[in-house]
């Protein structure tokens, strides 16, 4: 039996299945990676600002390693569960936030957006005001490291197709329609939830932007060094790349 759960607010239910959906993303990865980007530029962050937390998983990791993180999310039914994940961790403060809306008087060694929190910028001036927000909250000569579905995943890979993931405990239909260079995302998600399934109705929408789109956007933005690498190495993304980390350094 199937159980509709409809709701206007969109994270509130969200927020329910995020962690489940997330299954692929390595966040201990991307962790070590951030170590190496860091050590590369000869800096070792002790306070780090991280923004679109989402349900805390990558604020987990982040808080064994940093002295201080404060992370940050508009969404106050994601926060419920990051506060719940790292109840015990005395080194992170969370707090109410939209990247493109945000002053915060302290400054951070670096930040961090983990998994296509800036696909999620519709519009150049949302980008670059997030980007701009983010730099003033960065000490001189802080990196600020996010990475972005590419142009060629939302466009080719995602597209107009329609995918289904199946495991024992959740089900779910992605269907995709990319137009204007937008993904827009219509997920029917199924959980077991004892005998019966509840499901969950979801619709978001991803800019695809070009690596030179957002490399122009970083350097309008103010930050003077900027790059785009292939995940995990220090190489230039490829055509077919479908994850790309861009970082700037104020």
Known sequence: MVVEEESSDM?????KVYDLLMWDYDYEKWSEYYKEIFESFSIAPETILEVGAGTGSMTEVLSRDYREVVAIDPSPA???????????????????KDIRDFEIEKKFDACVAACDVMNYMLTKE????????????????????????????????LGDNTFIHDTEDIYYVFQGEFAGDTEHIDLNIFIKEGDFYKRYSEVQSMRAYKIKEVLSM?????????????????????????RILFLGRK
């Open 126 to 157: 949302d980008f670059i005001l997030a980007l701009k927000n983010v730099r003033g909250a960065l000490r001189e000569g802080g990196l600020f490291l996010f990475d972005m579905s590419s142009y060629y995943k939302l466009s080719e890979m």
């Open 78 to 96: 994601m926060l419920t569960l990051a506060r719940e994940k790292l109840f015990d961790a005395r080194n992170v403060r969370f707090l109410l």
């Open 218 to 242: 970083v350097d309008q933005a103010g930050f003077r060094e900027f790059e785009a690498l292939a995940p995990f190495s220090f190489s230039r993304p490829k055509e077919v790349t479908e």
């Open 11 to 15: 994270y509130k239910d969200f927020s």
